[in-house]
């Protein structure tokens, strides 16, 4: 079973904190993405992976910017957190669309409460 | 801009009752279209679709494609409270060389009422 954790299920910051959100696959992805979910407006993507070190925007990668120094690591960092960023946050991995049919394995989930 | 619509945004139904949720899309080098539940945590997958007029099922749900219109359905037959989740249409099409990204609708929220 493809399994994607994510290192904390709740998380609450302060305004002008710096945050990481890390994401762990243990099913040697190539591609991993990060998402955020809010109420109306559905998941939108922030910035997503296709191999280590890569690295490219999604639709909303304002404010956020990420890290892939290993195959099985994705981190989100968001350099200095605003009340707007308060959200759920998806992490999820994929291989190549090739060979998987292009489907997206998901994590828990992050519910980040920025005050 | 690449676009994809859900409708409804929300539906509740009484158990045993048929639905039939709608996602349309505009995208640009589509791939493919999935359709996800999300119940209290992370989106799980139900299908995926590439080609016009094949209908995949899985028990009572059941998907269909078409390219022409740019739409997808999703049907539930005999729903249970179970099936209460928020369903999810996304697309799968080229972000730039070989990459491939999926945009999400805002889903469909459906209840399913005893």
């Known amino acids: 079973d493809v399994k994607v954790t994510q290192s904390s299920r709740y998380l609450v910051k302060r305004t002008g904190e710096k945050v990481f959100l890390e994401c762990v696959q243990d099913?040697?992805?190539?591609?991993m993405f990060w998402y955020r979910q809010d109420p109306g407006l559905g998941l939108r993507l922030i910035y997503f992976s296709y191999d280590v070190k890569m690295k490219e925007k999604g639709d909303i990668p304002e404010g956020y910017s990420v890290s892939r120094e290993k195959k099985e690591r994705f981190s989100l960092i968001l350099e200095s957190a605003s009340t707007n960023q308060t959200s759920m946050y998806l992490c999820?991995?994929?291989?190549?669309?090739?060979?998987?049919?292009?489907?997206?394995?998901f994590g828990p989930g992050t519910r980040l409460l920025v005050l | 801009e690449d676009k994809v619509v859900q409708s409804p945004l929300s539906l509740v139904v009484h158990e045993g009752d048929t639905v039939t949720l709608n996602c349309s899309y505009e995208v640009t080098n589509f791939r493919s279209l999935l359709w996800y539940k999300q119940e209290k945590k992370a989106p799980t997958f139900l299908f995926m679709l590439t080609s016009s007029g094949i209908e995949k099922k899985s028990g009572r749900l059941s998907s269909i494609l078409d390219k022409k219109e740019l739409f997808s359905i999703l049907n539930i037959t005999a729903t249970q409270t179970g099936d209460s989740a928020i369903y999810l249409c996304?697309?799968?099409?080229?972000?730039?060389?070989?990459?491939?990204?999926?945009?999400f609708g805002k889903g469909t929220l459906l209840t399913v009422n005893p």
């Open positions: 999820a991995s994929s291989l190549e669309p090739e060979v998987s049919g292009e489907t997206q394995y």
């Open positions: 996304a697309v799968q099409h080229s972000g730039g060389g070989s990459n491939y990204k999926l945009t």
């Open positions: 099913m040697d992805h190539e591609n």
